[in-house]
């Protein structure tokens, strides 16, 4: 079945000085294993120190917060799918909350990210959720299954594509406010079911993250559920200590 994926986004922490500090910890006391992968996604410039860290181990695995659509170009500021892959990136994020409302991210930018990482030949890790005035509204569900569908729109062959999804509700990133176990296991499987209605049985294969003010108290609760295939972890994931609270677990 689906092995747990345990992911840390680090989010705008821990630059290179910092990034092989951490690594060294961590790797220290995070005896390789099989039955989990963890990922960790760094800030770009952090991702050749995370690469060549994990260089040794297949149980951890280096990624990036975001890329651009285009392969090269006229972009100042932005990276690619290929640079990141080049850089030792194997998967990469695609519409975390923060891109979406910070930076104004769109569903239609979003597909077209999902096709730059499959091309490249990295896994994307799809983020979907939904703001408190949303959930207010009812809209959740709608919502999500909005972004899942125009998400993966643009990239063909899904079924033979490297994929995962991340469920994160705005309200609960950053906030300290968790989803419960239910909450979050009611809209797994909304999702679950729209990827069997897109890919068939492949659609079983796809792990499911949960993310969202998750910690080292409510980890095992979370993952726990047999509709969360994992987590992807913000605040909690920045110091090797507290990361390897919850990537143990
Ligand atoms: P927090 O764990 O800090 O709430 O962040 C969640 C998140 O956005 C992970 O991608």
């Not at 039955?35 to 120190?49: C, G, K, M, Q």
């Not at 569908?149 to 990239?155: A, D, I, P």
């Not at 594509?161 to 991340?166: G, I, K, R, S, Y």
């Not at 559920?225 to 992807?232: A, H, T, Y």
Request: net charge neutral.
């Amino acid at each position: 079945m689906r092995r747990p994926v345990l992911a840390a986004n680090w989010k705008m922490n821990n630059g290179p000085t910092a990034a092989k500090t951490f690594m060294d910890a961590f790797l220290a006391g995070y005896k390789p294993r099989t039955d989990r992968t963890v990922i960790i996604f760094p800030p770009a410039v952090s991702l050749p120190t995370v690469a060549a860290a994990t260089s040794g181990r297949s149980d951890v695995i280096a990624g990036i917060q975001n890329i651009h659509w285009a392969e090269k170009g006229a972009f100042t500021g932005e990276v690619s799918a290929p640079m990141a892959a080049d850089a030792g990136a194997r998967v990469v994020l695609v519409g975390h909350s923060e891109r979406r409302h910070v930076f104004g991210e769109t569903d239609a930018q979003c597909a077209k990210k999902c096709l730059a990482a499959s091309r490249a030949k990295l896994a994307f890790m799809l983020c979907v959720g939904e703001t408190i005035q949303q959930r207010e509204a009812g809209e959740t569900e709608s919502l999500v299954t909005r972004q899942l569908r125009e998400g993966l729109s643009q990239t063909p062959n899904l079924i033979s594509v490297d994929f995962m999804l991340a469920y994160e509700p705005v309200w609960a990133i950053g906030t300290g406010l968790t989803a419960s176990a239910g909450d979050a296991s009611a809209i797994h499987t909304v999702l679950r079911s729209e990827l069997s209605q897109m890919i068939g049985t492949r659609g079983d294969e796809i792990p499911i993250l949960y993310g969202g003010s998750v910690n080292s108290t409510n980890a095992a609760s979370l993952l726990g559920s047999p509709e969360v295939d994992g987590l992807l972890v913000g605040g909690a994931s920045v110091e090797a200590s507290s990361w390897l609270s919850i990537a143990g677990i």
